[in-house]
């Protein structure tokens, strides 16, 4: 058995694990009798908030993660630095526009509005990215390109919520950007979960060229392989999982960037079979980080995407500074 | 039939114009170094060899192919580059840096051969060390054997001993000379003279985008090329490995 296959077992395991604490642990306690309920009487409470209130939230935890990982991983190969995640590119920050525009237009009322417009926000990304690609083939001057898109989409999502005459819609756009899977239903699930599967599939595709690009875009260019298409399938594969993820949570940050090194050492480095690990890694953390999130006593819950940048920014700065010293940039 | 021909190849890079109607051939068996100061073409002309700098005019062939009509798959087949760039972005294992050079063989067909061609360049014991971890002479090494995995018919190596201690030239030049006594043929540019002169069935020098001289070492680097093109005041004597340039720079 390889040593990736062995590590996603292990990671599989540890997921169902922390799926089945998601589902069974909560603010609301039960008692024996009540569990029992839980798993044989659909028509009773415990059941509906087992099955029907924290399985899909942990399941949509699991595959928003998993969706973020994944890019974090495409990102870090196709650019080759440890640092990249999906938001260095823009494509969160597009896909918070996509949905921000939707909500004040009044599309939060619509089932699915906000989510397509943040797709197609992701989308618009990834196609600018792609166009980018082709003219700028040095991973420096796509990295500023993707800060300079972030930047303009954070600047006009904000514009939104500045010139948004509804408190409402207001309240809810910044609900938005700060990220969470509360009230998430299976419906929510089965969003995600195709477009997790698209990602999978074009990242894949990718592996082998982000492999070759370990030796630089000459050394690639040269390998034999097409290295137009190695890039079109990862900025697919990135923009379709982070816009996926954006459209299901909002922007939830740090997880693409931790999760390919959470197992980075295991795989050797290899940036083509980090990215099934590093999916399960990511879906991994926001499980247990919504958990955890759940089971802080607060007044109000705290939202994923805060707790996560609480946690990640000091991982962040750890990463930068093993990088420097480990990496030779 | 010549390997590789480029045929009068003009080319820039932005508005510089890199290449100035470069002609050369490569054939089986031959080793050709392409010689001259900095700036001077050599690795541009190894970039249009290899398809990798668009040419503005001219054509560059692979046997009797236009490279420009081939496949990345076939020109890959056909040839094996390796770049001056030694920065390799991830800590994979040395083996694994290597495999990379036949990414069409199948993992374990890969890895083999990988390891052989660690074995061939001296490196056999690093193959599980992570290259991070590594010297750049025995990155350089690594990476060689990468551009040894497969048997392609044409080796473009740029500057393969830059940075590297007399000994790690002699053996990078050696493992070069040993796939030409293959029935290879190989470009490869070089900034020692004497190793040139040495290793070389043909020197190629380069200045300005412009071929100045193409013919055996010891004539294509004569005392006028040496003068004009290096800023070189020298002779060549025999030495116990071949020629040796005693020189001193023009006053």
């Known amino acids: 058995m390889s040593r990736t296959v062995r590590l996603c077992l292990i990671l599989g395991l540890v997921i169902v694990a922390a799926l089945a604490a998601a589902v069974m642990i909560g603010e609301t306690g039960f008692d024996g009798a009540q569990y029992a309920a839980a798993f044989s009487d659909p028509t009773s409470g415990p059941w509906e908030v087992l099955w029907q209130v924290r399985a899909p939230r942990a399941v949509c935890a699991l595959m928003v993660g998993a969706a973020l990982g994944l890019a974090g991983a495409v990102m870090q190969g196709l650019l080759r630095n440890p640092l990249a995640d999906p938001g260095v590119l823009g494509v969160s920050a597009t896909a918070a526009l996509g949905a921000a525009l939707a909500i004040v237009l009044g599309g939060a009322g619509v089932t699915g509005v906000v989510e397509m417009s943040a797709l197609v926000g992701a989308a ?7 166009a980018a690609s ?8 796509l990295i500023l390109f993707g800060v300079a898109l972030s930047s303009f989409a954070g600047a006009a999502t904000a514009l939104i919520f500045n010139l948004s005459p509804s408190p409402i819609a207001q309240a ?13 239903s299976w419906v929510d699930v089965a969003w995600v979960t195709p477009a997790v599967v698209v990602a999978a599939v074009f990242a894949g595709l990718s592996a082998g060229g982000l ?8 050394g690639a260019a040269a390998s034999g392989l097409s290295m137009g298409r190695v890039r079109a399938f990862a900025l697919i594969a990135a923009a379709v999982a982070t816009g996926a993820a954006v459209a299901v949570a909002g922007v939830i940050g740090f997880v693409g960037l931790a999760a390919p090194h959470l197992v980075r050492a295991a795989v050797r480095g290899d940036p083509g079979r980090i990215l099934a ?16 999130a759940r089971l802080t006593p607060t007044d109000q819950e705290l939202k994923l995407g805060v707790f996560t940048a609480l946690i990640g920014a000091p991982l ?14 | 039939m010549s390997l590789l021909s480029l045929n009068a190849v003009r080319a820039r890079i932005g508005r510089e114009r890199v290449l100035d109607g470069v002609s050369l051939t490569v054939s089986a068996g031959e080793v050709v170094a392409l010689c001259g100061p900095n700036g001077a073409g050599k690795s541009s002309v190894i970039r249009a060899a290899a398809g990798l700098l668009a040419v503005e005019s001219g054509r560059v062939r692979l046997g009797d192919d236009d490279i420009s009509r081939l496949s990345p798959r076939q020109r890959a087949e056909r040839l094996s580059y390796l770049p001056q760039e030694r920065r390799i972005a991830w800590n994979l294992p040395a083996v694994e840096v290597s495999a990379l050079g036949a990414p069409f063989l199948a993992g374990e067909a890969a890895l083999d051969r990988a390891k052989e061609a660690l074995l061939a360049v001296g490196a056999g014991h690093l193959a599980d060390r992570g290259v991070a971890e590594m010297s750049g002479g025995e990155r350089a090494r690594v990476l060689l054997a990468r551009a040894l995995v497969v048997d392609a018919p044409l080796l473009l190596a740029d500057e393969p001993t830059a940075g590297l201690d007399p000994d790690a030239q002699r053996l990078v030049l050696e493992q070069l000379r040993a796939r030409s006594r293959a029935a290879a043929g190989v470009l490869v540019s070089l900034h020692d003279l004497t190793l040139a002169a040495a290793f070389a069935d043909r020197v190629v020098v380069l200045d300005g985008g412009r071929i100045v001289a193409d013919a055996a070492p010891l004539d294509a680097l004569a005392q006028p090329v040496l003068r004009q ?12 490995d071949g020629p040796l340039l005693a020189a001193r720079r023009v006053q």
């Open chain 1, 124 to 130: 618009a990304a990834g196609g600018l990215l792609i």
């Open chain 1, 134 to 141: 082709g003219l700028m083939r040095a991973p420096e001057a």
């Open chain 1, 172 to 184: 809810e756009v910044m609900s938005w950007l700060l990220g969470s899977v509360q009230n998430r």
């Open chain 1, 211 to 218: 492999r070759m690009l370990t030796l630089g875009d000459e």
């Open chain 1, 277 to 292: 690990p590093s999916a399960l890694a990511g879906g991994l953390m926001l499980v247990v980080a919504d958990l955890l």
């Open chain 1, 316 to 329: 962040f700065a750890l990463i930068a500074w093993r990088a420097a010293r480990e990496w030779r940039l």
């Open chain 2, 229 to 240: 093109v290096f800023g070189l005041d020298g002779t060549w004597i025999e030495g116990p």
